[in-house]
């Protein structure tokens, strides 16, 4: 689903997601190339990613991006 369905919206802004896992009703994604430390993940994950997946496969109830948001070579959201 991700490949299809996924990938080939966010792969217009140099982005991918992985699937990591699922467990019980929440699916684990990584988020990779330009999605890594965007200020935007949060809403291509919810609005984008967990809408989609809860529309097209039964049992999914929300998504968790477990990303490495701070690493990376350019990341968004900076280490203090």
């Known amino acids: 689903m ?10 217009a802004h140099g982005g991918y997601a992985e ?9 684990l ?7 890594q ?3 935007m993940a949060n809403a291509t994950v919810t609005a984008g990613i967990e809408k989609t ?6 049992g999914v109830e929300n ?3 477990i990303t490495d ?7 968004y959201f900076a280490t203090t």
């Open 63 to 65: 998504v968790v991006d």
């Open 29 to 35: 994604v990584k988020l990779g190339g330009g999605c």
């Open 53 to 58: 997946l809860i529309e097209l496969l039964d």
């Open 19 to 27: 699937l990591v896992r699922v467990e019980g009703s929440t699916v």
């Open 69 to 75: 948001h701070t690493s990376g070579e350019n990341p």
């Open 37 to 39: 430390g965007c200020g």
């Open 2 to 11: 991700l490949v299809k369905r996924i990938n080939p919206s966010i792969a």
